[in-house]
T-cell receptor, first 113, second 112 residues
Framework: DAGVTQSPTHLIKTRGQQVTLRCSPK?????VSWYQQALGQGPQFIFQ???????QRGNFPDRFSGHQFPNYSSELNVNALLLGDSALYLC????????????FGPGTRLTVT | KQEVTQIPAALSVPEGENLVLNCSFT??????LQWFRQDPGKGLTSLLL?????REQTSGRLNASLDKSSGRSTLYIAASQPGDSATYLC???????????FGQGTTLQVKP
């Protein structure tokens, strides 16, 4: 049973560019949450997707957007990249009735130069 | 607005020592509190989850407690080992959707 997978593992982008990160949830899970973790900080909630809709959103600008597909996988898109967007982006999946059991992926390390 | 704080930010102990990591939260209306482990550059591994109705949870050498009235949780690690070296994060779940509010973490180093 594959756990949560994320791609790519590492990514280097230039300021102003756009990036797409991908996440496949654990088998049987239907909810995907995205977190940003800056170096030396705890993860911060970006948003959560359930039934292909954004259900909750943290304090992040509209440059951060997402999508959930019918197979429950998800994408995180960031437009007009800033140096401050450099971070580890974590995806977590859960099942709607057991929201408290969240499984995290290994993350995507994004570096903006 | 829920805020989670972890003290200390870093801790270094000799192997075999028992230790306590602290976590405090500002809003006692939490659904649960979780402790995670994170190795450098890696994702998060869930260690213990305490539901709001529970006082503590145990797994092997780990014991986590929850005191909602005082807004505190502790993670007790018994007989620490070098393999326990990692960053430990606590997270409060303040809604029924699983949104987690994390502390900044405590980086633990256990010296052989």
């Amino acid at each position: 049973d594959a756990g949560v997978t994320q791609s790519p593992t590492h990514l280097i982008k230039t300021r102003g560019q756009q990036v797409t990160l991908r996440c496949s949830p654990k088998s049987g899970h239907d909810t995907v949450s995205w977190y940003q973790q800056a170096l030396g900080q705890g993860p911060q909630f970006i948003f959560q997707y359930y039934e292909e809709e954004e259900r909750q959103r943290g304090n992040f600008p509209d440059r951060f957007s997402g999508h959930q597909f019918p197979n429950y996988s998800s994408e995180l898109n960031v437009n007009a990249l800033l140096l401050g967007d450099s971070a580890l982006y974590l995806c977590a999946s859960s099942f709607r009735d057991r929201y408290y059991e969240q499984y995290f992926g290994p993350g995507t390390r994004l570096t903006v130069t | 607005k829920q805020e989670v704080t972890q003290i200390p930010a870093a801790l270094s102990v000799p192997e075999g020592e028992n230790l306590v990591l602290n976590c405090s939260f500002t809003d006692s209306a939490i659904y649960n509190l979780q402790w995670f482990r994170q190795d450098p550059g890696k994702g998060l591994t869930s260690l213990l989850l305490i539901q709001s109705s529970q006082r503590e949870q145990t797994s092997g050498r780990l014991n986590a407690s929850l005191d909602k009235s005082s807004g505190r949780s502790t993670l007790y690690i018994a007989a620490s080992q070098p393999g326990d070296s990692a960053t430990y994060l606590c997270a409060a779940c303040s809604g029924n959707t699983g949104k987690l509010i994390f502390g900044q973490g405590t980086t633990l180093q256990v010296k052989p």
